[in-house]
């Protein structure tokens, strides 16, 4: 089976191991096994708590810290994987091997695909923290070459309804967020990455930075993901 590394595994399958509500994995892939005959793999890994924004982030950001997400990328890599391969009925190959995650979970996802482009083939990021070190991700983008494989990558219009990570209004925040992700499809696209075809974007309208907003986009980037597998 093609496998997919999800980021905030506790939060995927169980509402009660979760931090913030569940994005009901499990019934979405029962759902697109019967309904569009796509079997896989999810691998939920969990964050560490209080260390969740450094193993997320390969960059430091002056206010929030961070900085050990090579390290957390090397241990997918290079012991989980291995150890998923090994003990599970994997198709190994790059082709069949992706990473994902949300918020700070997108950033570190999309970060492992081109530092990595040998061990992963495709890469969810939604809602991605590009906010975070002052846009080091966008700056990360434009100095990698292109790298194949395929990208889905969504925003809500309404990402932050309250609290955001600076003193601007949510509404003008949010505006800043998704401003920075369309730059972000305008830099990929230049970089060579074709529009419905190797490259998802999803923009919702009034979407909020929440699980229930990520588990209703989901089921479109796994049908992406897993379709040509499944034929």
Known sequence: YPVLYMQDGQNLFDAVTSFSGEWHIDEIMEKLGHEDGIEAIIVA??????ERVSEYS????????????NKYVHFLVD??????????RTRPERKFTGIMGSSMGGLISLYA?????DTFGYVGAMSTSLWFAEGAMLEYLKSVP???????????????????????????????????TRRMQRVLVKK??????????VEE?????????????IPHAFRYFFSPFSE
Request: proline share 9%.
């Open 79 to 88: 012991t989980l994987k291995p150890i998923i391969d090994r003990d599970f």
């Open 146 to 180: 292109f790298r194949g494989g395929r990208i889905y990558m969504d925003i809500g219009t309404r990402e932050y309804g309250r609290a955001t990570p600076t003193d601007e209004s949510p509404r003008t925040y949010s505006r800043r967020l998704y401003a920075k």
């Open 58 to 69: 390969p960059f430091r950001d002056k206010k929030h810290g961070g900085g050990r997400g």
């Open 113 to 117: 695909f081109f530092h990595n482009p």
């Open 205 to 217: 309208k009034w979407a909020g930075h929440h699980e229930p907003a990520w588990t209703r986009r």
């Open 45 to 50: 890994i969990p964050n560490m708590g209080a």
């Open 192 to 201: 060579g990455y074709r529009p419905t075809r190797t490259l998802v974007y």
